[in-house]
């Protein structure tokens, strides 16, 4: 079975080392970027099952990156999870208009914290299966999420 | 010729056109003419009835909004015409609903209840218009109820019908009087007030006048009969009009009896049209009239082909007429012989004439046939006539037959004439000669009469179209002036020459238009030199204002009079230039807020001069920017006589450029009056622009800086994790996590702070179980307090749930906590108690500290600001967490205090409501 696909866009190289080898020993498939530009190139040629994406960015920032993947009928539909460094409130909810799923402020949490939010995003896109009527809808919406759902479990067992 | 005497006339007009036709209908022989159509009947009457009810519903709406007795009575006497034409409808005896009676009697007893409820426009009711108004309902339902029970009666007992039946004359009177009453009435208010709708009313019920005068020439069912329902429909559909043209005008319907008149031009139109109507009705009717003429075509034969012909028609006609004098004789009895001889005359003459004519008629076999017809009838004519004289008078007598021939033969129509004469089955042929000759005769005088009655007609109609143009034209002109003045064409006059009110009136109006151009002018000089006065006065009550400071001076102290006043003149001078030379923009305004005063520092920073400012309302400088309730709170402060000092304001200066300004206002009062507003103001946009870029360079400092701790905190938890590592060796690491961890917390706190100098802290409260709340946090704290050997107690009710923002009460405790902890010495105590009341709660906090010296306890809530003993326990302290704290309980709606002293500890008070308000803003606390 393929592995999760992640695309890390972070420009901090040491918070990106230490998330990528986190999350590499979690067990997922994780590609970096260091600035916009790069990342939204990486999301193309990955098609990853999740981005995560920093707002301070360097040639094109975070949400200037969310803009055009949500914008692009091809790119629409790969979750995002925002990764910010204050937590600001505008920042979060700038984010959230844009279309992201989630959002890490990094500065409050232990690294340990941000592995067990993604693996629950998984965890929780995964949850609808145990209910029949709603797995139905929800495979209708995002039908790439049902790609990923069965290796997490496999791995979580 | 006033304008009354105009509507008179357009009143007779209506009354009289319609009976004109009436009587042309009536001489032309219409009244023998029947047509039986129940089904046509009704039509006519549900479209009156129809009419009728529209009237009343509308009158009725406009008397709801204009609360005018006299629109109600309108309303309920059409609502009166409505039922009762109504049940006059369905009682058409084909129908066989009820019976003829009711029938006969319903639509004139209907017409006169109608008109004397009408006549109650007379009545001023203007006194009980309220009580009226507010039982209207039970007014229109009792007279309602009243017309059902009437009906029912009638139906229930014959002799009430009966006796309506014997007496349909005196409703039809009585209608008749109260109509005209009504009218007199009508025109009366006319007259004052103008109005147009007054006209349909006016022209309405003349038309409707003719009820009472022609019912006792016609029977139901003749021509006549079916001519008036057409006209009283007519009238109906005026008064309608005239009811609906108000309703639309809006104000329309209660300007029937008081207010301005309206529009004329309808009125005008519906009347020419009307009037036209009746002209055709009346051309038909004398082309038919023309054609009874022609009924006799035999002789109409003889008069067209031959004129020498003519003489038949003469002695035909002398034969009948010498018929009649015989009834008299069978009454009088007497110069028998005479007549006969007269009769045998006359006849040898006819004789004679025939055979005079006999020549010229044999010229043509058609004229020969006539004659001889005319001959052979003449003969049988002649022979019965003798025979009636030659018979004795006793014998005539007894022969019913011919007796009833020769009583009706000059008094019955020639339809009855006609009928008569065959049921007694007398020689056809006499009965028509004979009447023949009667209608030739009364033909021929009528025919005159009748064009003189056109003429007449055409003329007053003429007439009447002239008038009431007359009377709009010059409304209208007056309107169309009017209206370009209020454009502000003032040169515009009004062109009316006539010498009635209306012409008066355009007089007055175009001097008024003069007068108003001269007053324009003279406004425009006066407004200047009132300027210039202004201006002077002002000057004046300063120096007044001056001298009455003075002169209380020289109340006070007379000896030192002289001296005082110099120095009161030297005081307010210095005062002034010290005022003139402030920094800050100085502004005083009279109680109205009209400016009386700025300073140079004002106008400097301002752009506006004192000239310019003088008299003026200070609020146009100010910019949309400011937020729409500083005016207001601040004008409640002034109310109250308090002052009011806001940074909130931004102005706009004269070049356009926007400031921020600091301002302080207060009332200057004296004896209890507010003489002045005092305002003080200071353009703090600069300083406002500093603290912002203070704000935003904490902002970044914090992101800056809270990048690298959280690498270094990352990798610490990775090196823990992944490294074997020695216990002294995790230790130090387990150090420098905590210490980086510090380091983030005093992040949060100088972010917290930079936030709050931003402004715009949302709050949004959501509910909370404020025991478990603290409890968590005293959790998180305890290994501080096992190491300090702190004993902690928490006094609290069992659970208590608030509704408040999370992080700004998590701020707000942290803080306090964490002070009391730090400031605590080994082996110190801290008693937390929680305190429900009915909308708030109470949070003490006691501890065993160093305490607050007296000297700093003034500004301990300021940002930095630690207690000059702080520094001596830990170093370390920002001098932040009261400053978030106090902001943090500001935000939340609650107060807090504390009591202290140097060395004994102290008690912090922290009272929240147990709900706190939702607060919009761009930025949480963190």
């Known amino acids: 079975m393929a592995k999760i696909k992640i695309v890390l866009i972070e420009d901090d190289e040491i918070l990106s080392k230490v998330i990528y080898e986190e999350l590499t020993d979690a067990g997922f498939d994780v590609n970096r970027a260091f600035d916009g530009e790069a990342g939204l190139k990486l999301v193309e040629s990955e098609k990853p099952n999740l981005v995560l994406l920093d707002i301070i960015l360097p040639k094109k920032n975070g949400f200037e990156v969310l803009e055009e993947l949500k914008q692009s009928p091809q790119l629409r539909d790969y979750p995002v999870i925002l990764l910010t460094m204050l937590g600001s409130d505008e920042d979060i909810k700038r984010g959230l208009k844009l279309g992201a799923n989630d959002y890490i402020v990094k500065g409050q949490h232990a690294v340990a914290e941000i592995i067990e939010k993604v693996k629950d995003f998984f965890g929780q896109e995964s949850r609808p299966e145990a209910i029949g009527s709603t797995y139905e809808t929800q495979q209708e919406k995002e039908p790439t999420t049902k790609e990923y759902q069965i290796p997490v479990k496999e791995e979580k067992e | ?926």
């Open chain 2, 1 to 926: 010729m006033t304008k009354t005497i105009k509507i008179i006339i357009a009143s007779a007009t209506s009354f009289l056109l319609p009976l004109l036709g009436f009587l042309l209908l009536l001489k032309g022989g219409y009244a023998d003419m029947f047509y039986r159509n129940h089904f046509a009947h009704s039509i006519v009457l549900v479209m009156i009835c129809g009419l009728t009810f529209f009237v009343s519903y509308f009158a009725y709406k406009s008397y709801t909004k204009s609360k005018d007795p006299r629109i109600l009575i309108t309303s309920l006497a059409f609502y009166i015409f409505g039922f009762v034409f109504f049940v006059h409808a369905i009682s058409i005896p084909s129908l066989h609903v009820f019976s003829e009676a009711i029938f006969d009697g319903t639509e004139h007893f209907g017409l006169f209840l109608g008109s004397l409820v009408l006549f109650g426009l007379i009545i001023p009711t203007e006194k009980y218009k309220y009580w009226i108004h507010e039982n209207r309902s039970k007014i229109f339902l009792s007279v309602i109820l009243s017309l059902f029970a009437g009906f029912i009666s009638l139906l229930l007992v014959p002799e009430w019908l009966e006796l309506l039946e014997k007496t349909l004359w005196l409703p039809i009177i009585l209608t008749g009087i109260l109509f005209f009453s009504t009218l007199v009435f009508l025109i009366y208010k006319y007259s004052e007030t103008k109005s147009i709708l007054l006209l349909y009313f006016i022209l309405g019920f003349s038309i409707l006048l003719n009820s009472s005068i022609a019912p006792f020439f016609y029977q139901e069912w003749s021509v006549i009969w079916w001519y008036f329902h057409i006209i009283f429909l007519l009238g109906f559909v005026l008064i309608s009009t005239g009811v609906i043209k108000g309703n639309q005008k809006k104000r329309g319907f209660d300007v029937v009896f008081k207010g301005i008149p309206f529009y004329y031009k309808i009125g005008t139109r519906l009347w020419v049209w009307l009037s036209f109507i009746f002209l055709i009705l009346m051309v038909i009717g004398l082309t038919n009239y023309s054609r009874v003429l022609n009924l006799e075509k035999a002789f109409d034969k003889v008069k067209e082909e031959s004129h020498e012909m003519h003489g038949i028609m003469d002695l035909s006609i002398k034969i009948s007429w010498a018929v009649m004098p015989i009834n008299d004789y069978l009454i009088a009895g007497s110069e028998l012989e005479e007549e006969l001889e007269k009769f045998k005359t006359l006849i040898r003459e006819i004789d004679a004439k025939f055979e005079k004519i006999k020549p010229l008629a044999l010229n043509n076999p058609e004229e020969e046939r006539i004659f001889i017809s005319s001959i052979e009838n003449y003969s049988g004519f002649k022979e019965k006539s003798l025979q009636i004289f030659n018979t004795p008078r006793e014998e005539i007598i007894s022969s019913t037959e011919i007796g009833l021939l020769m009583k009706d033969a000059d008094r019955l129509s020639i339809n009855t004439v006609k009928e008569v004469g065959r049921w007694h089955k007398i020689n056809d042929a006499e009965i028509i000669e004979a009447e023949k000759g009667f209608s030739r005769a009364q033909g021929e005088l009528e025919f005159v009469n009748s064009f003189l009655i056109l003429f007449v007609v055409i003329i007053s109609l003429f007439l009447s179209i002239i008038f009431i143009r007359s009377i709009t034209k010059p409304i209208r002109e007056l309107t169309k002036a009017a209206q370009a003045i209020s454009r502000g064409n003032l040169r515009r006059q009004a062109k009316i020459l006539s010498k009635d009110e209306i012409g008066h009136l355009a007089k007055v109006f175009n001097r008024m238009t003069k007068e108003l151009l001269k007053i324009n002018k003279k406004f425009k000089e006066e407004n200047l030199k009132l300027t210039i006065k202004i201006l002077e006065a002002e000057e004046l009550t300063k120096n007044l204002e001056e001298t009455k400071k003075a002169t209380l001076n020289i109340l006070d102290d007379l000896s030192a009079e002289k001296e005082k006043v110099e120095e009161e003149a030297r005081n307010a001078q210095k005062f002034q230039q010290a005022v003139e030379s402030s920094s800050d923009g100085i502004i005083i305004t009279d109680p109205d807020a009209n400016v009386v005063y700025v300073n140079s520092a004002w106008e400097k920073m301002t752009g506006y001069s004192l000239e310019e400012m003088l008299g003026k309302n200070p609020r146009f400088i100010h910019s949309k920017k400011t937020p729409k309730d500083t005016f207001n709170k601040m004008w409640e402060a002034l109310k109250k006589g308090k002052s009011y000092t806001t940074e909130d304001i931004v102005n706009r200066r004269k070049d356009g450029s926007e400031y921020q300004e600091h301002m302080s206002i207060a009332p200057v009062i004296i004896d209890g009056k507010t003489i002045f507003y005092v305002g003080i103001s200071q353009d703090i946009t600069r300083r406002k622009e500093v603290d912002k870029m203070k704000s935003e360079f904490i902002t970044i400092a914090s992101h800056q800086l809270r990048t690298p701790l959280t690498s270094i905190r990352w990798v610490i938890e990775l090196f823990l994790k992944k490294e074997k590592l020695t216990k002294q060796g995790t230790e130090y690491l387990q150090d420098i996590h905590t210490a980086a961890n510090n380091l983030s917390d005093l992040v949060d706190i100088l972010l917290n702070v930079s936030r709050i100098e931003e402004g715009g802290i949302s709050i949004s409260p959501k509910p909370l179980e404020l025991v478990d709340f603290i409890e968590n946090y005293l959790k998180e704290m305890e290994p501080l307090y096992n190491k300090k050997k702190i004993s902690v107690s928490f006094k609290h009710p069992k659970k208590l749930t608030i509704t408040t923002d999370n992080n700004a009460l998590r701020n707000v405790v942290q803080s306090i906590v964490s002070n009391a902890t730090e400031y605590t010495p080994e082996e110190g105590k801290i008693d937390i108690s929680l305190e429900a009341g009915d909308d708030t709660f109470l949070l003490k906090i006691k501890d065993t500290g160093i305490g607050i010296p007296k000297e700093d306890q003034k500004n301990i809530s300021d940002k930095f600001t630690r207690g000059s003993n702080a520094m001596l326990v830990k170093t370390d302290g920002t001098g932040m967490g009261l400053f978030i704290a106090y902001k943090a309980v500001d935000l939340l709606g609650g107060k807090i205090w504390f009591e202290s002293e140097k060395d004994k500890g102290a008690t912090f008070y922290v009272q929240l409501p147990l709900t706190s308000k939702e607060r919009k803003g761009m930025r949480k606390l963190s």
